[in-house]
């Protein structure tokens, strides 16, 4: 029997290619954050408010993604490129179609030595990504 992290990889290969038909809507946030190194881009796809949202990431190569802390699960979906997740003392490598499992108010970062496409969801929806919407744009 499989357990629930080996069930989600097995649905990630059926999810739609990254971004084209992933799709999301024209009127929705797009978002440029400022990174300790290189961009990120971001774009809500899906939200019902109170229980789940979905967002779409792209980070260029040579980026960082900053320490942070936030009181939602998150679950991260690599599509293309290569992540490094950083989680407390432990170092995990995401390549395409891997996925991981991010308990609510667990510090993590990530490091980016390529350009990355993912998505992550969050599980109720984080209002913002502490930490990245001062010095965040939106596009």
């Known amino acids: 029997m499989k ?16 971004p084209e038909e ?37 980070n260029s190569a040579n980026s960082i993604f900053p320490k942070h802390v936030h009181d939602t699960t998150e679950i991260i979906v690599v599509y293309e490129g290569q992540m490094k997740l950083y989680l407390e003392d432990k170092e995990v490598v995401l390549n395409p179609q891997d996925c991981y499992f991010i308990k609510s108010n667990t510090e993590h970062s990530a490091k980016f030595d390529s350009s990355c496409r993912y998505i992550t969801i969050t599980v109720p929806p984080a209002p913002e990504f502490p930490g990245l919407d001062k010095g965040g744009k939106n596009g």
């Open 3 to 18: 357990n629930n992290l080996e069930t989600l990889k097995d649905l990630t290969h059926r999810l739609p290619l990254f």
């Open 22 to 58: 992933l799709g999301y809507d024209t009127n929705s946030t797009h978002k440029e954050y400022k990174m300790e190194a290189g961009s990120c881009h971001g774009w809500l796809i899906y939200t019902n408010a109170t229980s789940v949202a979905v967002h779409k990431w792209y």
